[in-house]
């Protein structure tokens, strides 16, 4: 099936860094995801974006829609240690939808 | 307040034996659907229903069944479980294609 390839794998950054991450994709996508998966819970929609070029915030979090529409990325600027998880991208491709493996993100204080 | 739950929230099984994992929705959203997650390999949906009585495969649907008899519940059966079928999975419903996952059930099967 389709896939996201996200990158990086993993993160363990210094408390205050800023991180991004970034998903490529094959295929052209209408709608890019960004899922924040907190320990033992359940992924949480970060940012939504519907439009090529489109760039949208949400407090620390700025997420931005590839001009391609084959990629997408997400930034997060100052990080604290609330910030620890598993952050996913993801997609609709017809009736499904497809998710990157993931980034983990481990933070330093 | 608007949720997914699933249930159990963990379970440990032996080989073979039949279980049942239910999955409700209280947002009256008509598209569920059941995903695995496996260290490295993200978030893999095993099977979706857009509607009543209607349910298609996702990327890894061997080994699972589910049904979709109301609205709001989406079960997910296993058979006859087998040990690649530990996993930790997830039922979510969605709308305009923003999916509220469940908490989550981590399933061992020895």
């Known amino acids: 099936g389709q896939q996201l390839n996200q990158s990086p794998q993993s993160m363990f950054i210094q408390e205050g860094e800023d991180v991004s991450m970034n998903c490529t994709s094959s295929s052209i996508f209408n709608t890019w995801l960004w899922y924040k998966q907190d320990p033992g819970e359940g992924p949480v929609l970060l940012i939504a974006l519907y439009k090529a070029g489109e760039l949208t915030s949400n407090g620390r979090l700025t997420a931005q829609f590839g001009i391609t529409r084959k990629d997408s990325f997400l930034n997060i600027s100052a990080s604290i240690p609330s910030d620890v998880g598993i952050y996913f991208c993801?997609?609709?491709?017809?009736?499904?939808?497809?998710f990157g493996a993931g980034t983990i993100l481990r933070v330093k204080s | 307040e608007a949720q997914v739950t699933q249930n159990p929230r963990y379970l440990i099984t032996v080989t073979g034996k039949k279980l049942t994992v239910t999955c409700s929705q209280n947002?009256?959203?008509?598209?569920m659907s059941w995903y695995r997650q496996d260290p490295g390999l993200g978030l893999r949906q095993i099977y979706y229903s857009m509607n009543v009585e209607v349910t298609d495969k996702g990327d890894v649907p061997e080994g699972y069944k589910v049904s979709r008899k109301e609205k709001r519940n989406f079960p997910l059966i296993l058979e006859s479980p087998s040990p690649n079928q530990t996993s930790l999975y997830f039922c979510?419903?969605?709308?305009?294609?923003?999916?509220?996952f469940g908490a989550g059930t981590r399933l061992s099967v020895l």
């Open positions: 947002m009256n959203h008509e598209y």
């Open positions: 979510a419903s969605s709308f305009l294609n923003i999916q509220y």
């Open positions: 993801a997609g609709p491709y017809g009736n499904k939808l497809v």
